[in-house]
């Protein structure tokens, strides 16, 4: 499995970056795809998720409104458009698949597949 993530960079706050992470050696449609981000010193934490179909979508409460995640089965690819990026944004945005149960769905261990990560800093 391979996950390869994409489109991160250095943006100024209130620009918008496009993360796509391009996933082989699975069945993409059957897994839950998400978005995680670690900042210096922090553990990694949830930003969304989104399920196979694309019909239920969750996110961090920070992010709501701003960023909008979506997939792609055709393409086996994950978005996360985020827009309005503040400067606490700032991290290594990493794409992860994986089949968790609810209780799981917004933690690390809920996945076990990881892309190698993007940097996404953005300037005041």
């Known amino acids: 499995v391979q996950l390869q993530a994409s489109g991160g960079g250095l943006v100024q706050a209130g620009g918008s970056l496009r993360l796509s992470c391009a996933a082989s050696?699975?069945?993409?449609?059957?897994?839950?795809m998400a978005w995680f981000r670690q900042a210096p010193g922090m553990e990694r934490v949830f930003v969304a998720r989104?399920?196979?179909?694309?019909?239920?979508?969750t996110y961090e409460d920070s992010v709501k409104g701003r960023f909008t995640i979506s997939r792609d089965n055709a393409k086996n690819t994950v978005y996360l458009q985020m827009s309005n990026l503040k400067p606490e944004d700032t991290a290594v945005y990493y794409c992860?698949?994986?089949?968790?149960?609810?209780?799981?769905?917004?933690?690390?261990?809920?996945?076990?597949?990881w892309g190698q990560g993007t940097q996404v800093t953005v300037s005041s």
């Open positions: 989104i399920k196979w179909n694309g019909a239920e979508r």
């Open positions: 050696g699975l069945t993409f449609n059957q897994y839950v």
């Open positions: 992860a698949a994986g089949r968790p149960i609810l209780s799981t769905s917004r933690l690390t261990s809920g996945y076990g597949h």
